[in-house]
């Protein structure tokens, strides 16, 4: 199957400080790739769509400018946590989906990103 | 309408036994079901998926069933075993956004 791979798997920051979350797709291109944050028991929630060479569509509740989010090209997206807090603790996950079948997502491995 | 429900919430199966977890759908615009995989710490794999057109797939120990008047569809694990144990999430898609369901979290006893 498609590999998509997520850097770093795990970050300690301080609060107030950005933190940037790679999502690459290894061996295909993706045309959109998804951000997603789980919780600690709880269900995997999608954050916003990224389009590749477009803005990033987000859900309704994540803030834009606080969740910052680029698709630069055809196997990277990245999203920037920006002054973080430790509320924004959690797991983040990313999905990219194939051109050939873009309804087929493929998952990183996610980034357990904590705030301190 | 963006709804996925999942049931149980939690699964204590005997090793050898069947494992069923059940979700439904509200909105009929989704066009692909599928199931994820997840143990502690890693992202989701995909194990099965489904399209509104096939009423069940099976792969493995692994199989769908799919009932598009009903707007549900279900997991079936056959023949679970200790290795199956993690969280369980149907979700379903539209051109690739998935909206999930609540997970379920299944134990097999050996």
């Known amino acids: 199957g498609a590999v998509v791979s997520q850097h770093p798997s795990w970050v300690i920051c301080k609060s107030g400080t950005s933190v940037k979350i790679e999502c690459r797709s290894l061996d295909f291109q993706a045309t959109t790739m998804f951000w997603y944050r789980q919780f600690p028991k709880q269900s995997l929630m999608l954050m916003a769509t990224s389009n590749e060479g477009s803005k990033a569509t987000y859900e309704q509740g994540v803030e834009k400018d606080k969740f910052l989010i680029n698709h630069a090209s055809l196997t990277l997206s990245t999203l920037t946590v920006t002054s973080a807090h430790p509320e924004d603790s959690s797991f983040y996950i990313c999905s990219a989906g194939g051109l050939l079948n873009p309804t087929e997502a493929f998952f990183g491995q996610g980034t357990r990103l904590t705030v301190v | 309408q963006q709804q996925v429900k999942q049931s149980p919430q939690s699964l204590i199966v005997q090793k050898g036994g069947i494992s069923i977890i059940n979700c439904a759908y509200e909105?009929?615009?989704?066009?692909?079901f599928p199931w994820y995989q997840q143990f502690p710490g890693k992202g989701p794999a995909l194990l099965i998926a489904i399209r509104p057109d096939v009423s069940e797939k099976k792969e493995g120990r692994f199989t769908i069933s799919f009932n598009k008047s009903a707007k549900q569809f279900s997991l079936h694990i056959m023949d679970s075993q200790p290795g199956d144990s993690a969280t369980y999430f149907c979700?379903?898609?539209?051109?690739?956004?998935?909206?999930f369901g609540q997970g379920t979290e299944l134990s097999v006893k050996p």
């Open positions: 909105n009929t615009a989704f066009d692909y």
């Open positions: 979700a379903a898609s539209k051109g690739g956004k998935l909206i």
